[in-house]
């Protein structure tokens, strides 16, 4: 299936669909709404039926159940009097409720109609004696409401139960309702009432109408369906290229370090080899090399073993094997591994850990580099007397969990915040300037970030932050 691609603009897109959207429920609810009221309507409808229909069933009953014995012995004066008070009660009846037609259905004597309420074509039926309405002619469109109430009526009789139906007859839309009669336990009658359901939303037009309305809605919910859809296409889309995008910054961003670290290395490497290049000169010329110029060769040479060195971390930090472990733990070592120093220029090392922490990725000897490097500086720039803190802690809200190393140093400049983790950037005579740079490449490598900020009493805080592995998450990846 070719997949659709609609190239519209995110606010068009997602203007379209609320606009749809919206248009399809708003249709949704005037349609509902409008049945709600056609259904409480017919529920009108049949209650009034069913009061005038009670109201014959009882006169009814009396009536029949007064003319003894009903109905084997009965002759004709006895059924002129039923059918003229059956009459009689079936026009109060619908006087008292206007708008419903009605009356009674005596089938079991044939030879003699017992119809005194049901209109009839005069030419088709004789009609019962001194009957009403019964009298007049009626329409043939009538005329086919009124057998439909015969049948109804027929139906209600062998049944022997009440029924109440609408139907359309067109031109009518009627609600009628049919109901036995019954005397000492037999059925002997029916009765039948009947309404015109003239409201407009009756007419068939109406419910065309529906159907127009209901096949917008569907079609408005079907077409915001497939915006959406498209919409949803587009966002991945648009995800899926900013993730692209960072990464590429990610990596033009490395590469830009690198082209610095590299120029850096060179600039480091240049010194020592002056230096190492001015003795071997001077022993080519034969002037002979005192002791302070061999410690000064071989001083050379150990700072050209430094920088190495510390390259070495750096290339390290990419390429370690990440398994789930303790950051308490690394913090732990950490800790011990800072306190010979921190003990020799008296100051004091505190942990302070959060007993449950959630596990992280890491290569655990990589991130006691990343401590030591933070501790080495921080002892660097303490007095006697001052205390070093290592805090671990768990955000839930980032799931992330942070180490921080916090000195009583003189904190950070703004031109030394600028720079901080630039490589080869130094304030110190003997530095190498790579601690924080190396620092941050192990860190980035962790997928975490490594942040410095002045303590407000004075000092520096350095903080790792790591992700915490959620339950769900993949195990020992390698990066
Ligand atoms: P190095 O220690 O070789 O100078 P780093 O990358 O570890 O290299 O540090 C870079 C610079 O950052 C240091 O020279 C120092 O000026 C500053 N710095 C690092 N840590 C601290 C700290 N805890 N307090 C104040 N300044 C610091």
Known sequence: ?????????????????????GAALGTLWYTSSRVVEREQRRARANERLREANDQLEALGRDAIAGVRPFPDFMDASDWSTLNRRLSDDAARIRERHPGIEGGYYLPSR????????????????????????????VSPNRQSLYDYVDTQVDAAFRKKTVLSVVEDIAPYTIAIRTAPVRVGGRVVAATWTMTELVDPIYIDQSSRGYRW??????????????????????????????????????????????????????????????????????????????????THLIDEVDRLE?????????????????????????????GRLAEDRA????????????????????????????????????????????????????????????????????????????????????????????????????????????????????????????PAIQASSGRGAKL
């Open 1 to 21: 299936m070719r997949r659709l691609r609609l190239e519209l603009p995110l606010a068009v897109q997602i203007g379209a669909v609320v606009v749809l959207f």
């Open 343 to 466: 003990r020799a220029h008296e100051i004091r090392v505190e942990l302070e850990l959060e007993p449950i922490l959630p596990q992280v990725e890491m290569a655990a000897p990589a991130l006691v580099q990343v401590l030591r490097n933070l501790t080495t500086n921080a002892i660097q720039v303490m007095k006697r007397g001052d205390v070093l803190r290592l805090v671990t802690t768990y955000d839930a809200a980032t799931a992330s969990v942070s180490a921080s190393v916090m000195d009583e140093g003189p904190g950070l400049s703004a031109e030394v915040m600028e720079h901080l983790f630039e490589p080869f950037f130094t304030t110190k005579p003997e530095g190498t300037g790579l601690g924080l740079a190396i620092a941050r490449e192990i860190v980035l490598a962790h997928r975490g970030e490594l942040r410095a900020e002045n303590l407000a009493g004075g000092g520096a805080v350095f903080t790792l932050t790591l």
């Open 213 to 294: 309305f209901a096949g917008l809605a569907l079609a408005g919910i079907a077409l915001s369906l497939i915006l959406t859809i498209n919409l949803a296409q587009t966002v991945r889309r648009q995800t899926a290229e900013r993730e692209r995008l960072r990464t590429e910054l990610r990596r033009s961003e490395r590469l830009a370090a690198l082209g610095k670290l590299l120029a850096g290395v060179a600039h480091e490497v240049r010194n020592p080899l002056a230096g190492i290049r001015g003795i071997t000169q001077l022993w080519q010329r034969g002037l002979g090399l005192g002791e302070e110029a061999h």
């Open 110 to 137: 044939p030879d003699q109609p017992f119809l005194p309420d049901l209109p009839r074509v005069a030419s088709d039926h004789e009609t019962g004696e001194g009957s009403g309405p019964a009298a007049h002619s």
């Open 306 to 334: 430094g920088i190495v060195s510390r390259l070495l971390q750096f290339s390290r930090a990419d390429a370690q094997d990440l398994a789930p472990g303790d950051l308490n733990a690394v913090v732990v070592e950490a």
